[in-house]
């Protein structure tokens, strides 16, 4: 098992581009989850799967954003129109339960120019 | 007032010491506490995680809880320069549904000096 991946590392984009972010969780975890954060703050939290139903979504997540886990497995977080505030580290983590516990992966760090 | 309040530091110690890192929350129905380490650039890492109150020891770590008071702390003993690092404060939130999400403090920059 070697954790939560993510791809792309690193995303430079123009305003205005749509952008695409993939998460693959450790194996057996069944809950996903999609946190966004800014310099010098701590991560945010921005919508959570379990298998493949979206069942929580911050009101972070404006209609430009949107999330999906087709199969129950790998999920992406698509973002349309980007704007310069979306400039941010996209990070994915995931867990099992009766554990809380959320690992994360790399994070994917996007920069809209 | 925030959900997850911490110190922003940044936190000086000299190598060897002990680094105290602080946590309050506001919300008394929490039930599990997580800390984490960020290195500049990298993703949060898991350090620990408390539910109980009182103390949980791992090798240098330690975490303490105190839900009357709605505090938590990590000490770090016999910190070492490789330690120096931003200590992120995650409180669980429970959801409808059984499920949860982390809400976290803005973190503690640590710097531990030789």
């Known amino acids: 098992d070697t954790g939560v991946s993510q791809d792309p590392r690193h995303k430079i984009t123009k305003r205005g581009q749509n952008v695409t972010f993939r998460c693959d969780p450790i194996?057996?975890?069944?809950?996903l989850y999609w946190y966004r954060q800014t310099l010098g703050q701590g991560p945010e939290f921005l919508t959570y799967?379990?298998?493949?139903?979206?069942?929580?979504k911050s009101r972070l997540l404006s209609d430009r954003f949107s999330a999906e886990r087709p199969k129950g497995s790998f999920s992406t977080l698509e973002i349309q129109r980007t704007e310069q505030g979306d400039s941010a580290m996209y990070l994915c983590a995931s867990s099992h339960p009766p554990y809380e516990t959320q690992y994360f992966g790399p994070g994917t760090r996007l920069l809209v120019l | 007032q925030k959900e997850v309040e911490q110190n922003s530091g940044p936190l000086s110690v000299p190598e060897g010491a002990i680094a105290s890192l602080n946590c309050t929350y506001s919300?008394?129905?929490?039930?599990?506490f997580f800390w984490y380490r960020q290195y500049s650039g990298k993703s949060p890492e898991l350090i620990m995680f408390?539910?109980?109150?009182g103390d949980k020891e791992d090798g240098r770590f330690t975490a303490q809880l105190n839900k009357a008071s709605q505090y938590v702390s990590l000490l770090i003993r016999d910190s070492q320069p490789s330690d120096s690092a931003t200590y992120l404060c995650?409180?669980?939130?429970?959801?409808?549904?059984?499920?949860?999400?982390?809400?976290f403090g803005a973190g503690t920059r640590l710097a531990v000096h030789p």
């Open positions: 919300d008394r129905g929490s039930q599990s």
């Open positions: 995650a409180v669980n939130m429970e959801l409808s549904g059984g499920y949860n999400k982390l809400i």
């Open positions: 799967f379990q298998n493949e139903a979206q069942l929580e």
């Open positions: 194996s057996e975890h069944n809950r």
């Open positions: 408390i539910y109980s109150n």
